[in-house]
């Protein structure tokens, strides 16, 4: 029996109309030359071959009795005529009818009663350039089945390097005896014993979670107080600081990786600072536009992955940070070193703590109070009241640099779909893959109907960066006068002391090879001397 961890059970209990808890991509393919048949059959096809290797889409959720505590994982054998469906758009539809589709499948809530998972496929898109056609793909997982990076390792499991699929081996197959169902007591025990295990562990970990946490606090606002990034500064209120509705709104576009890589050298930043800072003038000028621009500097919540290299488990183990986004600053370098020092503090600021944020805590009686919180949140339109944390979530998922295909299609762009919450209203999330950074913008399309024009500028702010100067060194600050005129003298006078010790020097050397040659003219002197006069001769 696997329960589901704190983490992992919360995006069930806070899901609502509102807020529906699935993440996923907007995917766009071209299909091999000449292709005839329906993508939809090979799709079903291609997925039934990989199933073996993707235990997230073969597994249901079995819920506690009275639901006093998080539910569990049971096997499921997949419907894949229900979970992978075909939608027909208007002959020649492009990339607007896939966001406008996206928009109106996002907020429909998945299925409990089945595996968490879906995909749609969007047949009647134009051709490419080629004349190759063309298909689309939304797919959507629930987010308490997988966080960002595992659903790259699912996404790693399912496609292919090359358009001819590999072969899978079945060898591999688990062994142990499928669950479809579990009963009472057997739910109850494994909840109960899994929960006192789970309070030992908390409170042996207590003492030094005391002291790492005081010291991280202390160091934060140290911090804070000696820099300008201001990450635990509250968010200014914007009109994405609203309960959000049931309508979304979404866009998606690509910009160069390359050259975003060439452009983080020369400006000595991370790919994650240059992400940060497109979004950021983008918003600067999107809210300069339609207005009101904060005269404080906007919030970024960002998740912060809590796993270790190599863990592809598939559950959430994520957090999320604070990052000043510097909107407030007109100067596009001085905002570009503003978020390198707020990226830098955040990290520095997470690094201590990052093995003590919990993605697992005891869940008696939680899934009552969470589900009943939400619900009453959204109703009571607390979030039009509380003060803001933050005014986007904005996420940075590496992906493959190589292109990728599925069912024999090539995969031309991935344009990443995540959740927006009450109090937050737009989510940014980027995905690298092949030779793109490719950006996904989900929002409320009540608080943001406009999002496409928001996706616009994030090519525009690519121009700014184009045009930023490289970023200098640090040269010596200027000498005042007075520093100078004491250089000088002070030079003169080692000149002078330089020379009066080469001119003793030289007068000691001299009076050495004096000492030395005087016996020499002595002996010459008397031998060069007149004889003497003997008197009388």
């Known amino acids: 029996m696997k329960q589901l961890s704190g983490l992992d059970a919360s995006f069930l209990y806070l899901e609502t109309p509102e807020m529906p808890m699935h993440v996923g991509a907007l995917h766009l393919y071209e299909l091999p030359a000449g292709y005839k048949g329906r993508f939809v059959r090979d799709l079903r096809k291609h997925v039934a071959t990989r199933l073996p290797l993707m235990g997230p889409l073969r597994r249901r959720l079995w819920w506690m009795p009275l639901n006093i505590a998080n539910p569990v994982w049971v096997d499921a054998e997949p419907d894949l005529d229900q979970h992978i469906v075909e939608i027909k758009l208007p002959k020649g539809s492009g990339q607007a009818e896939l966001e406008a589709q996206v928009g109106l499948l996002h907020p429909v809530l998945l299925d409990r009663s089945r595996p968490l998972w879906k995909f749609h496929v969007f047949e009647g898109l134009a051709p490419g350039p080629e004349g190759r056609k063309r298909v689309g793909l939304y797919a959507q997982v629930h987010h308490a089945a997988v966080d960002g990076q595992a659903a790259v390792a699912l996404a790693n499991a399912l496609l292919d390097v090359s358009p001819t699929p590999r072969s899978i081996d079945a060898k591999g197959k688990s062994a142990r005896t499928k669950k479809f169902e579990l009963g009472t007591a057997e739910m109850i025990g494994g909840a109960v014993s899994h929960q006192l295990a789970q309070v030992a562990q908390m409170l042996r970990a207590l003492p030094s979670a005391v002291g790492t946490l005081s010291g991280a606090a202390a160091q934060a606002l140290k911090r804070t107080g000696a820099s300008k990034s201001a990450n635990l500064a509250l968010a200014p209120r914007t009109r994405l600081n609203a309960s959000v509705s049931n309508e979304r709104a979404f866009a998606g576009v690509s910009l160069p990786l390359a050259e975003l890589k060439a452009l983080r050298r020369r400006h000595g930043a991370t ?267």
């Open 271 to 537: 790919l994650n600072d240059l992400v940060l800072w497109l979004c950021s003038t983008a918003l600067r000028r999107h809210f300069g536009r339609h207005g009101p621009l904060p005269r404080k500097s906007m919030m970024a919540g960002v998740p912060i992955s809590l796993r270790e290299a190599g863990d592809t488990t598939a559950n959430n183990q994520a957090s999320i940070s604070l990052v000043s986004l510097g909107t407030n600053i007109a100067d596009p370098a001085r905002r570009l070193a503003h978020i390198k020092a707020a990226t830098a503090a955040m990290k520095a600021t997470m690094g201590s703590v990052k093995s003590l944020l919990p993605t697992d805590f005891p869940s008696i009686g939680v899934p009552w109070l969470m589900e009943a919180g939400a619900a009453l949140y959204g109703r009571a339109k607390v979030a039009d009241r509380l003060p803001p944390l933050a005014n986007v979530a904005i996420s940075n998922v590496p992906g493959p640099l190589m292109p990728l295909y599925m069912a024999g299609a090539r995969i031309l762009a991935i344009y990443p779909t995540s959740i927006v919450v009450h109090g937050v209203a737009l989510n940014i999330t980027v995905q690298s893959y092949n030779e793109s950074l490719d950006f996904g913008l989900m929002a409320c399309a009540k608080a943001m109907p406009e999002v496409r024009e928001l996706a616009d500028g994030l090519g525009v702010a690519l121009d700014d960066l184009r045009a930023l100067p490289e970023e200098e060194p640090a040269q010596p600050a200027k000498r005042g006068v007075v520093q100078r005129v004491r250089g000088a003298v002070g030079n003169g006078v080692g000149r002078v002391t330089r020379s009066v010790k080469a001119g003793t020097a030289i007068a000691a050397t001299a009076g050495k090879l004096v000492a030395r040659a005087r016996p020499a003219l002595r002996v010459n002197a008397r031998a060069s001397a007149p004889a003497k006069r003997v008197r009388g001769g």
